[in-house]
T-cell receptor
Framework: GQQVMQIPQYQHVQEGEDFTTYCNSSTTLSNIQWYKQRPGGHPVFLIQLVKSGEVKKQKRLTFQFGEAKKNSSLHITATQTTDVGTYFCAPLISNYQLIWGAGTKLIIKP | SAVISQKPSRDICQRGTSLTIQCQVDSQVTMMFWYRQQPGQSLTLIATANQGSEATYESGFVIDKFPISRPNLTFSTLTVSNMSPEDSSIYLC?????????????FGSGTRLTVV
C-alpha cells in the first residue's frame, strides 16, 4: 500500500535554533496535511498543501510542497518551548482518508 | 471547526473486561473516525463510522473486538472488548471537516487505556 517516510524520528535543538522535518513519498500526492501533537495531547490540524511548489507560512512555521508533489517539509524558525511536540505529515489519499507519517518529535534541550 | 467531547479521558481496566468510549460532536457529521495510537507511535485508523450503517473496519481490526455504534449524526461509541494488555493505547475519535485552513481532521482529546 501507499506509504510515506518522515524523517528524522527525533530532533533535539537548543531553544532558538531551527527545526525541520521532511516527508517523502514514492508516488505523486494530491494533497498533504500537517498535524502537531503536544505531549499528552491529541493531534491538531496545522495546514493543507495542494499545489506543486506551494509554500505557506504561519508565523515561524513554513510549509513546503515539492514541485513533483512527492515531498513536503515543515521548517520552524527560532524554536520556542511552545513548539515542543510531535509533527506528523499525512497525505490525503481519498476524499477523507489519510496516510500518517511516523512523526518527528521536537525536543528542546534544557 | 467542530468541538468533540470524548470520554473517559483515561481508564485502567482488568483484562477480559470491556470499555466503551463515547464521542459527542457539536455539529452533525456524516462520518466519524476511530483511531488508535500506541505510545510513541503514529496513528492507526480502526474504523469509519457512518450513521445508519455498519462501520467499515480497516485491516487488522474486527467488529467483534471493536464494536462501534453510530445512533445519530453527532454521537458514536467504540467498545474495546475482552481486553488484554496489548490493547493498552490511546483511542481517538475524529471528524473530517472544513476549517479555516482547509479540510482537516479534528480530534477528541483521547482516551488513555491501560489494561492490567
Amino acid at each position: 500500500g501507499q506509504q510515506v517516510m518522515q524523517i528524522p524520528q527525533y530532533q533535539h535543538v537548543q531553544e532558538g535554533e531551527d527545526f525541520t522535518t521532511y516527508c517523502n513519498s514514492s508516488t505523486t500526492l494530491s494533497n498533504i496535511q500537517w498535524y502537531k501533537q503536544r505531549p499528552g495531547g491529541h493531534p491538531v490540524f496545522l495546514i493543507q498543501l495542494v499545489k506543486s511548489g506551494e509554500v505557506k507560512k504561519q508565523k515561524r512555521l513554513t510549509f513546503q510542497f515539492g514541485e513533483a508533489k512527492k515531498n513536503s517539509s515543515l521548517h520552524i524558525t527560532a524554536t520556542q518551548t511552545t513548539d515542543v511536540g510531535t509533527y506528523f505529515c499525512a497525505p490525503l489519499i481519498s476524499n477523507y482518508q489519510l496516510i500518517w507519517g511516523a512523526g518527528t518529535k521536537l525536543i528542546i534541550k534544557p | 471547526s467542530a468541538v468533540i467531547s470524548q470520554k473517559p479521558s483515561r481508564d485502567i481496566c482488568q483484562r477480559g473486561t470491556s470499555l466503551t468510549i463515547q464521542c459527542q460532536v457539536d455539529s452533525q457529521v456524516t462520518m466519524m473516525f476511530w483511531y488508535r495510537q500506541q505510545p510513541g507511535q503514529s496513528l492507526t485508523l480502526i474504523a469509519t463510522a457512518n450513521q445508519g450503517s455498519e462501520a467499515t473496519y480497516e485491516s487488522g481490526f474486527v467488529i467483534d473486538k471493536f464494536p462501534i455504534s453510530r445512533p445519530n449524526l453527532t454521537f458514536s461509541t467504540l467498545t474495546v472488548s475482552n481486553m488484554s494488555p496489548e490493547d493498552s493505547s490511546i483511542y481517538l475519535c475524529s471528524v473530517f471537516l472544513q476549517t479555516g485552513l482547509g479540510y482537516g481532521y479534528t480530534f477528541g482529546s483521547g482516551t488513555r487505556l491501560t489494561v492490567v
